[in-house]
């Protein structure tokens, strides 16, 4: 018996008594004729295969009678994301900085492992040498999956509990570029408030008590048709706190659909939330040098800003 939701895009499968031995690759695509073998198998590859709760990456593995299947699809290219020398912005013994491409998952989820920027970084980190090292890799920050920009990442044990005090002081900076829907009167603002997840809709929202406090300042730098582009810096760091507070305060950030922004601008279609991430500020967890490192923003930010009449590009160079 099968049951698909499409909401979700989860395959639910059960394997019947019936069930000869076939290899769980043949058996899936058997079940659902609208995805073929090879589809599945760049599934499975990718770790979207979940046999019994446990996620299967063997396509020759033999299903038995009873086996509880969830095949996860999340709708993004099946060809894993690699990363290069083109993505790092600062690297050295302690520390990484990498130049995230908006659509790659920071971290595993059901619906895949390989080519999340987690599996990409371990496999950009190995050691060609020592086959069965595994990489030091300390991943004390997220950024969603349409978020472009900078991420720090610790690579020696000596810099992940530092790294991580570093988030969590408040004395790193991290600043971020959005463009946000409607026109923002004034020049900067504060908004802070508690946030929370909302269990009915998986949301975040702020909330009179109960939720974790968050500070998101703003600075308008350009003032556009139908929108206005912000320079952000965040002393907290919740989660989705940036797309939270301004769609509160009227201007959700363009293309965030879950929090009420919409998919095109005029007569401009957007294919995902106009967030980057481009400074941080810290201190070298190790050495305690000061680290200034920036990421250029975002091909199809640009594209847009300029397509929306953005004519001081030069403005934005440090980004």
């Known amino acids: 018996m099968a049951c698909f939701n499409k909401k979700q895009q989860v395959i639910r499968l059960t394997v019947p008594a019936s069930s000869c031995r076939e290899h769980l690759d043949q058996w899936v695509s058997d079940q659902h004729a609208e995805l073929s073998r090879t589809l599945i198998r760049k599934v499975i590859d990718i770790g979207g295969a979940h046999l019994n709760g446990r996620r299967l990456r063997k396509c020759s593995h033999i ?19 690699r990363l290069d020398d083109s993505h790092i912005v600062f690297k050295d013994g302690y520390v990484l900085a990498i130049n995230k491409p908006s659509g790659i998952e920071s971290q595993p989820t059901p619906a895949r492992y390989k080519g999340t920027l987690y599996e990409a970084l371990l496999l950009y980190l190995k050691n060609p040498y020592r086959s069965l090292d595994k990489p030091e890799l300390g991943m004390v920050q997220r950024l969603d999956r349409e978020t472009s920009g900078l991420m720090l990442f610790s690579i020696h044990c000596r810099a992940h509990k530092a790294l991580t005090d570093l988030f969590q002081s408040r004395t790193m900076v991290k600043r971020y570029m959005a463009l946000v829907e409607g026109s923002i009167v004034e020049d900067e603002g504060t908004f802070e408030s508690m946030l929370a997840r909302q269990r009915r809709t998986n949301l975040m929202k ?21 929108c206005t582009l912000v320079d952000v810096e965040i002393p907290t760091g919740r989660m989705h706190q940036i797309r939270v507070h301004f769609s509160e305060a009227g201007h959700p950030l363009v293309g965030d659909v879950r929090y009420g922004g919409h998919d095109h601008l005029g007569d401009f279609s957007v294919k995902r939330t106009m967030l980057h991430s481009a400074v941080v500020l810290c201190d070298h967890p190790v050495t305690a040098k000061p680290l200034t490192l920036k990421a250029p923003l975002a091909e199809d930010f640009k594209r847009l800003l300029l397509a929306l009449g953005w004519n001081e590009y030069d403005h934005l160079s440090a980004y």
């Open 63 to 81: 299903v038995k009678p009873g086996d509880q299947l969830e095949i996860f699809l999340d709708q993004q290219p099946l060809t894993p994301f």
């Open 206 to 226: 702020s909330v009179m008590r109960g939720g974790k406090d968050a500070i998101t300042r703003y600075r308008t730098v350009a003032r556009l048709d139908g």
